[in-house]
């Protein structure tokens, strides 16, 4: 039975980071996003994993999909071991908190939070129904912001500390069969969603904000989920492991 890894935004960034190394490591990997097939971004994806990997086209909006997608998976590659629960957005518009809007407040809790929750739900349930030989996880990808503060983009960091709390849930639902649930805090990662930030931060880290000096980068994310999705840190479910080179570490 193959080792299968269900990827949120697995086509790029933080999520294909992440692909590569679980695909090194000898998983087969299910790739979910909104992103139309045809995008360029998932071709060079699939090209670069390999045969191992299968592109889903799924918005995590749409919860009444949830089952036909995880179907589809099962029947090309085998039953999930390993969800990287990793697709999120972030706000719209960055600004003054006291002038933010519900329709941007629920566009990053529909997916961030919601679509995260009813997703690793049914992943879940899935698990528990049937045996592996295979130790199974759910790794929720969340950010620094679930417990530092930017005034600027409130409804992001609501939505990770929230998801924060939602991965420790899971973590002591799933213990006693031996399920691991794992929370990995990323803290300024070099991607197209820190794009537009880039030289505000670059100049933020060569002045001392993050102590190994350098932007991460979304193979220092999949380095992690390797050992946890090989089961070789199974004793340490419900951990949030900040992934950020020192960034939370609290200085004087």
Known sequence: MNRVALITGGQRGIGLGV???LAEAGFSLALASEVDEADRSVAEALRNLGPGARYYRHDLRDYSGVAALLDRVEADLGPITTLVSNAGVSAKQRGDMLELQPDSFDFVMDINLKG???LAQNVAKRMLERSSPHYRSLVFVTSVSAATVSIERAEYCLSKAASSMMAKLFAVRLAPHGIGVFELRPGIIETDMTAG??????????????????WGQPQDIGSIVVPIAEGRMAFASGAAIPVDGGLSIPRL
């Not at 930030?197 to 350098?214: C, M, N, Q, S, W």
Request: cysteine-free; proline content about 4%; glycine content about 4%.
């Open 19 to 21: 692909a590569h190394s």
């Open 116 to 118: 995260a929750f009813f």
């Open 197 to 214: 930030v880039r030289d505000k931060y670059t100049a933020r880290i060569e002045a001392g904000l993050v102590p190994a000096a350098r």
